[in-house]
């Protein structure tokens, strides 16, 4: 189906439409003016609220409260003052190296059970790949006070593999989800040549499947880190010092202390710092980053 | 690991699997079933173990059985019965505001037109931003007096100028909808657009052959063949919905009706200490989460199965 769209020429309807313009001529303008309204409309509720923030962040003093939509004298000071922030900075750091570690382990660990259900024929497959997915809609504060209390008891609270054993728990059904319908797409002949030059199936897989697969690697990787990065509940339930708070928490926690005076302008700033990176790799991915949210969604 | 992968299966005789092929699924399959079974699977059980003790950190050594104690005070506490109607409301109004406004988005993202790139790529850029942050940026845009929207409001003379956003009922629901809506509206337009262009154009032509309108077209053509990706995207969202816990925690902490589900639990929990009420709390939330759930796994049973079967 989806081959056929695509060899169809851009304009296949010109002529009816030609013929219905005789009979009403407006239509010619109506719609291409519309469809720009939709468009512009579409990308200022994207982008405005955003922008906003940013507009804020540059602000200092009394201009805070003002409405302008540029800063009247721009000004760095809010990010100057939390990068001198240690509490801002080590949240950073827990967050790079929580995020890392969980994405790189998501992708070895559930590259491994994507390739057995892609690939591997064995029985109770249905079963094995429902029970997977249905753990990625778990409400986490359904585990969060068990493994608040395992963790306490075992002494991984506050910690970085506290945050990552939960995170890699939630990550890995989409990862493996989005990898098995990668392998799929890999023709099987070319595992079956290696096997016939006498690799194993694991060589195989190793050599052939994973290199060819790296797009579905990069797109599996960035879901996970885009979901490591945004956690909240788990991080604030299990964390409780810089040791291992990440960047969501630093900031809602930058908001809660001062009751009286929301510091609305190192807030914003920070708010501004943890999501740019995001924002550049959703600029960069694109596609990637669709491919991997439909790929659940629509497929067949 | 080996033998719970062979008791799943209901061997049909038809075909004899390698037994070194098992073998090594099996093998690759272990670590990520490990890591679930040990940090969902084993946390659930506990919890629901929990939630029959009555249990609190305040008072040391306070730990006994209770039986259904803990869901019989949740349930006929109203704080719970108002964290239910909460959670649906906010679940029911920006869900259906998502659908409508990312139908809308995806339908105008689907016509051909020079930057079409470009608009999914600003389209995401909601989705990139963290939910945290979203919550922080509809609070500075509704603070009192110094904020975008009052005074707007007050520029433009509309009512609302005056209104203290989040700090009164209804109000602050309405702006944990919109935070909630800005930042998912764009996640289902993508997913309702991938619906859409999997529709051949053949049909389309069909119609208008047929001599059928634009809107004949879209509730006769469009509509019925988007209906699997919009049930799909329904759930999707109807899932994290029901979850939602950043938005109300940043905005207001639950003040002014907007304690969810997730945040009841979460209070009881970290804030009153009451591990056995507080997980019978989680329990109840985790039920209402899979009944959804188990819709969503029959939705998309298909192509669960497709990913199974063998090619």
Known sequence: ?300 | MEAATAKLGRPRGRRRYGSGERRLAAAMLSPALVVIALVAAYPIGYAIWLSLNEYSVRVPGLSRFAGFDNYTEALGSPEFWNAVVTTFIFTGISVALELALGLAMALAMHEAFRGRGLLRTVVLVPWAVLTVVSAITWRTIFEPNLGLAPQVLSTLGLPGADIVWLGESGYALAVMVLADVWKTAPFMALLLLAGLQVIPDDLYDAAKVDGATTWQRFLRVTLPLLTPAILVALIFRTLDALRIFDLPYVLTRGANDTTTLSLIAHTELTSNRLIGYGSALSVLTFVVVMAVSLLYIRTVGGNIRALAEEK
């Open chain 1, 1 to 300: 189906m989806a081959t056929r769209v695509e060899t169809r020429p851009r304009t296949p309807t010109r002529a009816p439409a030609r013929a219905a313009q005789t009979r009403r001529p407006r239509r010619r303008w109506v719609k291409p003016v519309l469809l720009w309204l939709a468009v512009v409309l579409i990308g200022v509720f994207c982008l405005f609220p955003f922008y906003w923030l940013i507009n804020v962040s540059l602000k200092t003093g009394p201009d805070l409260s003002s409405a302008d939509l540029l800063p009247p004298s721009p000004s760095l000071e809010n990010y100057s003052s939390i990068f001198e922030n240690s509490d801002f900075t080590a949240a950073l750091r827990n967050s790079v190296i929580i995020t890392g570690v969980t994405t790189v382990l998501a992708l070895l660990v559930g590259s491994f059970a994507a390739y057995a259900l892609a690939r591997l024929r064995f029985p109770g497959k249905f079963w094995l790949l429902a029970v997977i997915l249905s753990i990625s809609t778990f409400p986490a504060i359904a585990i969060a006070a068990p493994i608040f209390k395992l963790w306490t008891d075992i002494g991984i609270y506050d910690t970085y593999i506290g945050l990552i054993l939960p995170y890699l728990t939630f990550a890995l059904p989409l990862a493996i989800y989005i990898l098995a319908s990668f392998f799929r797409e890999i023709p099987k002949e070319l595992e079956e040549a290696a096997l016939v030059d006498g690799a194993t199936h694991f060589q195989a897989f190793r050599k052939v499947v994973l290199p060819l697969a790296a797009p579905g690697l990069v797109t599996a990787g960035l879901l996970t880190a885009f979901f490591v990065w945004n956690e909240f509940l788990l991080a604030v339930t299990l964390t409780s010092s810089p040791d291992a708070f990440t960047v969501p928490v630093a900031v809602a926690n930058f908001t809660g202390s001062q009751e009286f005076e929301i510091p609305l302008g190192t807030i914003s700033a920070a708010s501004v710092v943890i999501t740019i990176p995001l924002v550049i790799l959703v600029i960069i991915f694109q596609k990637r980053i669709v491919a991997g949210m439909t790929a659940g969604a629509v497929k067949g």
